[in-house]
Nanobody, 125 residues
Framework: VQLQASGGGLVQAGGSLSLSCAAS????????SGWFRQAPGKEREFVAA????????VYSDSVKGRFTISRDNAKNTLYLQMNSLKAEDTAIYYCAAGRQIILSSLRLREQYDHWGQGTLVTVSS
């Protein structure tokens, strides 16, 4: 599956931004999907993940309550709604997909086989 992330941009602290990730090539619904981010000088970190059916979601503690991950399998698209943005949310955001990922491994980037190119989110304070 090929992934294409979009929706990044510049936003003020406290504002909102919505990211999308369009999937193509294979049936998107068979993949567990997630968002990761990488800030300058830091390692890529887990943000959120959603199971194939969209029924279960997992968030990092740093974004829980502010970000919402969702998916529309009919449109082969993954979303990340980001509210109450903070300066520390500034990063390149990557969407990812993988198969056969169990709940305890959702936060591990090596579990994801396919990655989008990333979209830059900049939050000004």
């Amino acid at each position: 599956v090929q992934l294409q992330a979009s929706g990044g941009g510049l936003v003020q602290a406290g504002g909102s931004l919505s990211l999308s990730c369009a999937a193509s090539g294979r049936t998107f619904s068979v993949y567990t999907s997630g968002w990761f981010r990488q800030a300058p000088g830091k390692e890529r970190e887990f943000v959120a993940a959603i199971f194939r059916s969209g029924g279960s979601t997992v968030y990092s503690d740093s974004v829980k309550g502010r970000f919402t991950i969702s998916r529309d399998n009919a449109k082969n698209t993954l979303y990340l709604q980001m509210n109450s943005l903070k300066a520390e949310d500034t990063a390149i955001y990557y969407c990812a997909a993988g198969r056969q990922i169990i709940l305890s491994s959702l936060r591990l980037r090596e579990q994801y086989d396919h990655w989008g190119q990333g979209t830059l989110v900049t939050v000004s304070s």
